[in-house]
């Protein structure tokens, strides 16, 4: 497996989850829940991410300002999660942020496979495919407990 196989693979659960997530209603067990789950995967995908795919572009003039650009994507994405975190799961404004979410989450995603793979598929070579593949996916393990 390659850093792009395993991407794209968390990208899909992101995808669900994040979709799940707007069809709950209320203050329910559901909502609850698929929101844990997104926000624990949303940021050890991000942190994981950023140090085994992001960093190794950042050096190269090719793909630097799609990687900031991805980056700061991340930290749009934390701010939405934050003011979702902030506000009670039965308010009338929750499912409205966790649209803008879901709308947000799929944009970068969209983004990051079609443009940066796309790009950083250029910079590196089979082999660091694979090495950046294999840190990043013990390092969502390690985040997640899998």
Not at 78 to 91: A, N, P
Not at 109 to 121: T, W, Y
Not at 127 to 136: G, N, P, S, V
């Amino acid at each position: 497996m390659d850093i792009f196989e395993a991407l794209r693979a968390d990208h899909e659960t992101q995808r669900t989850l994040v979709d799940l997530l707007v069809k709950t209603h209320g203050d329910s067990d559901g909502r609850h829940e698929l929101f844990e789950k997104l926000k624990s995967a949303l940021s050890a995908h991000a942190a994981a991410e950023e140090r085994h795919f992001y960093a190794p572009l950042m050096h190269n003039d090719t793909t630097q300002k799609k990687v900031r650009h991805s980056v700061a994507e991340h930290h749009e994405l934390d701010e939405l999660l934050e003011q979702l975190t902030d506000t009670d799961y039965s308010s009338p404004g929750w499912l409205p942020c966790a649209k803008q979410l879901r709308e947000r989450v799929h944009h970068h995603l969209d983004e990051e496979e079609r443009e940066v793979f796309q790009l950083a598929g250029k910079t590196i070579d089979a082999k660091q495919k694979e090495t950046l593949a294999k840190a990043y996916q013990a390092e969502m393990g390690a985040k997640l407990g899998t």
